[in-house]
């Protein structure tokens, strides 16, 4: 990984086709290694430099996605991500959580901000929390100098989340209770359901004298917004 700077961005498809070959064989290797016990001490980079090849990788993985969306050609369209692998030893809230309290014990009256780059960087490297970051990010930089962490935390993110549904059911013009109780629903099961009668009933009544006749589009746009909603809420609050 020589060539490769932790952190830099990768130009040139050649090149991150090679990159994302080269960090899918480390994750392997690693993946293999791990059940020795000596490994552990025998690390070839260190847990920040990985963290930061994590997220260029996981910045290509997105990518990829997205062009395979609009359906443009690239070279990396073709290679094995090795997702899975990353998502076996991912970082999760309680760990971020355990940074927090760790920046908030030694910040004292400035910033540690070798420790809160740290969280940004834990952050990037996880497939779950990335778009969850600037929720964590906005509670790190708000947390009080005292008090019960995980009682804020979920304060806070019940807040937010109540929050952002209101955004969702005011800009759609969607019906509150339904939608609340939509939106608890996947929450309990841990999966939005788009199929059936439940998502009908959170939106708006369609008027036969509307000039909006696309009551299929209104519905696909309510589906979208309310699953990057679960996506970005689901898991957070863990206890």
């Known amino acids: 990984m020589q060539q490769y700077q932790p952190g830099a961005q990768i130009v040139g498809e050649e090149a991150q086709l090679e990159f994302v070959k080269l960090y899918g064989e480390i994750l392997k290797l690693r993946n293999i290694l791990t059940s020795f016990d000596d490994f552990e001490n025998d690390e ?47 970082i999760n809230v309680d760990y971020i959580l355990l940074l927090v309290q ?11 901000k070798e420790l809160r780059a740290g969280i940004s960087r834990a952050i990037d490297s996880s497939p779950s929390l990335r778009n969850k970051k600037d929720l964590i990010e906005n509670f790190v930089d708000s947390v009080s100098v005292k008090g019960e962490l995980e009682a804020e935390w ?46 009908t009933k959170v939106l708006p009544p369609v008027s036969r004298f509307s000039k909006d006749k696309n009551h299929s589009a209104k519905k696909q746009r309510v589906i979208q917004l309310l699953g990057d909603f679960f996506e970005r809420f689901f898991g957070l609050s863990s206890r």
């Open 154 to 199: 979920r304060a806070y993110v019940a807040a937010q989340r109540e929050k952002e549904l209101a955004e969702i059911i005011g800009a759609e013009n969607l019906k509150p209770e339904e939608t609340a109780r939509f939106v608890e629903a996947a929450f309990r099961d841990g999966a939005l359901r788009t199929t059936g009668t439940a998502i």
């Open 44 to 90: 070839i980079l260190s847990a920040r430099d990985m963290q930061d090849y994590q997220s260029t990788y996981l910045d290509l993985w997105n990518e990829r996605k997205r062009a395979t969306q609009s359906e443009k050609e690239s070279i990396i369209e073709d290679v094995v991500f090795e997702i899975e692998l990353i998502k076996q030893v991912e």
């Open 102 to 112: 760790k920046y908030r014990e030694e910040r004292g009256d400035g910033d540690d």
